[in-house]
């Protein structure tokens, strides 16, 4: 039955009508998306379609997972923050059939406002297939903390992307501390994660994806300490990436002993002009057709 008043009031001509919110961008409402129904479906999508797609797309190897143990152990009652490299959009549907049990199926994705929810369609596609949530990436916003913070705190494992996006010429970008806040404010782990291979498949400006081959490496959970910053929290963080990195291009032995003498090679690659990037992204796309990871991180020689 319909409650008086039956219609909207009239707004005089002189006066400005106030617009109503939007319900798209960081203003997506995707708390149904986390039903028991939508839950489920996403489990059918998960282990089904997206399953096949990576393992056709990506012919992912997986390492490292031994070092969850001690946090399996504990049970699903412990949140994590996955907090990953970030290169192609195939990053996503890659980590959420790579990070195993008891997280997979009660993990949430934080995803850029402007690129995943501007339309109903787009954001009901990426909240449902994804259990994605908008974050804003234009400006500093509380409400996308507070959101994830909401959800570690009711048990969501969160992976989300320090570097804020994907990479636009093959190297990593700085990470932001967002990850390393939300560490302290819901007292849980973060799983330092590093892909490799992604952006030579499906990277940023191609149009289609390219088969290959990838290579998933969890590192050992960090925790921040009790008198440790947040800002020096995201140094360790983006450092124990980029270790990993290291330890997928050579060893562990080797990625440890570089570690210790403070010679683990940067993924920002070195200063240089927007051509010469721009080049050397070419160069591995060409040459990692075949290849599992990237070829090199060397400059050409001038």
Known sequence: MLSFPYRAPTVPDSVD???????????????WARSPAARWARALVVEGPMRLMVRVAASPERNGLDRLE???????????????????????????TSIP??????????????????SRITGTLSALTLNAFPVDR????????????????DGWSLLIYP???????????????????LARKADVPVVPIHLEGTGQIFGKGMTKPRPGRTLVT????????????????NDRIEAAVQELADEASSDWWTARRNAARGQTPSLSGP????????????????????????????????
Request: aromatic content about 10%; proline content about 8%; cysteine-free.
């Open 163 to 181: 570097e804020g996006g994907r990479s636009p010429d093959g190297w990593s970008q700085p990470f932001h501390r967002g990850t390393a806040y």
């Open 70 to 96: 001690d946090l399996r152990s504990s049970g699903a009652s412990t949140p994590v923050i996955f907090a990953a490299n970030h290169h192609s959009h195939l990053d996503t549907p890659l980590l959420i």
């Open 218 to 233: 969890f590192g050992a959970p960090l925790w921040i300490g009790a008198e440790e910053s947040t800002g020096r929290f």
């Open 271 to 302: 200063q240089a002009g927007g051509w010469r990037r721009a080049w050397r992204l070419t160069e591995d796309r060409r040459r990692g057709k075949t290849s599992r990871v990237a070829p090199t991180r060397q400059w050409p020689k001038l």
């Open 101 to 118: 049990e008891p997280w997979r199926h009660r993990l949430v994705v934080g995803a850029a406002a402007d690129y995943f929810f501007t």
């Open 17 to 31: 009508p106030p617009r109503r919110p939007s319900k798209i961008g960081s203003n997506f409402e995707t708390e």
């Open 138 to 153: 234009t400006v500093v916003s509380r409400k996308s903390t507070d959101l994830a913070g909401g959800l570690l705190t």
